[in-house]
């Protein structure tokens, strides 16, 4: 790009009209508590009006949340104009049982089904061990999954080593085989550094690797807990984000425009870099979500003008 335009930023030059508009897709999870439950639809309703591609719902740890997993799809079905996609993991389960629980999801019309592995119960990043009798590991689940109905299905990618891969070569072969078993789509763990992604779809692409890969965009504010949930899922957070929230404890709003402004930034890069879809872990709300969509142009219609009254 060259003349005055090549002085702005991603995020300005996102602003910029005539840019085609790229598409959405939302997790959340399904609530513990009354108060969370009402936390998470006035959330949803809130992200519904920017026509997302689908919706995720989580599986917790163990398979934990099965029951209000279910709840929460089909109440979005009943309920909302989105398109659920349940997720649904290998964990403390039977292959029997996991094969009952796609067949009502098919029954209840849900079509989207994101295939994971799963942690073990209460052990996020823990070493897996299957069951005897259950699927071993998402790329099975995914040949179940197609052979039960025609769904759609996302499958999980790490944009580093996954920390139980040998290599990111690895990864890129398990992820083939995933596609080979039906996977329709990809969606990427939440990542910072974007280089390190572009460098890693490179290689995904070489591979003859061609289903939608979405990035995982987390706008999370909270550094403490961010590492949390980072390290035992090896992901990366470069020095230059925890400068960034460096002595601010006490100052949740600073946290907030920090986080969003990162976050859109992000989006921002990979808009310029051809990626027209992302796929956001909202962490149950709406607010820097539906900042960042409206920045990279995913905006809700706007409300037909009243007519006049008649004189």
């Known amino acids: 790009m060259s003349g005055p335009q090549s002085a702005f930023g991603p995020v300005a030059r996102a602003g910029l009209s005539g840019r085609s508009r790229p598409t959405v897709s939302f997790e959340f999870s399904p609530p513990k508590t009354p108060e969370a439950e009402a936390s998470l639809w006035e959330c949803i309703r809130r992200l519904e009006p920017l026509d997302p591609t689908f919706v995720s719902v ?15 799809v089909l109440r979005m079905l009943r309920e909302t104009t989105l398109k659920p996609a349940a997720h649904l993991t290998c964990v403390e389960a039977s292959r029997e049982e996991v094969d009952e629980v796609i067949r009502e999801y098919w029954e209840a019309g849900v079509r989207h089904i994101v295939a994971l592995r799963g942690d073990p119960p209460g052990q996020i990043g823990g070493r897996y061990t299957p069951r005897a009798d259950g699927y071993n590991n998402a790329t099975e689940l995914t040949r179940a999954i197609r052979g039960i109905g025609a769904f759609e299905v996302s499958v999980g ?48 692409r070489k591979a003859g690797i061609t289903i939608p890969v979405s990035p995982g965009i987390m706008p999370v504010t909270n550094f403490k807990t ?66 960042i969509c409206r920045v990279l142009g995913v905006r809700e219609p706007e409300a037909p003008a009243e007519e006049e009254a008649a004189a």
């Not at 398979?63 to 209000?68: A, L, M, P, Q, V």
């Not at 990111?168 to 990427?188: N, P, Q, S, W, Y």
């Not at 969003?260 to 962490?283: I, N, P, Q, R």
Request: hydrophobic residues 35%; aromatic residues 10%; proline residues 5%.
């Open 58 to 72: 989580t599986y917790g740890a163990g398979g934990s949340t099965r029951d209000r997993t279910h709840r929460t």
């Open 157 to 204: 990618l790490y944009p580093q080593i996954h920390p139980e891969s040998p290599s990111i070569e690895h990864d890129i072969e398990v992820l083939k085989a995933k596609v080979d078993e039906g996977a329709t789509r990809a969606i990427t763990q939440f990542f910072f550094d974007h280089e390190a992604f572009l460098r890693f779809m490179d290689r995904v």
């Open 226 to 291: 961010l590492k949390k949930m980072a390290g035992p899922i090896g992901i990366h957070l470069p020095d230059w984000l925890g400068n960034l929230f460096e002595g601010l404890d006490k100052d949740p709003e600073t946290r907030r425009l920090i986080s969003c402004s990162v976050a859109t930034e992000m989006c921002a890069k990979l808009l310029e870099e051809g990626f027209s879809d992302f796929h956001f872990y909202t962490l149950n709300r709406a607010d820097l979500t539906y900042a």
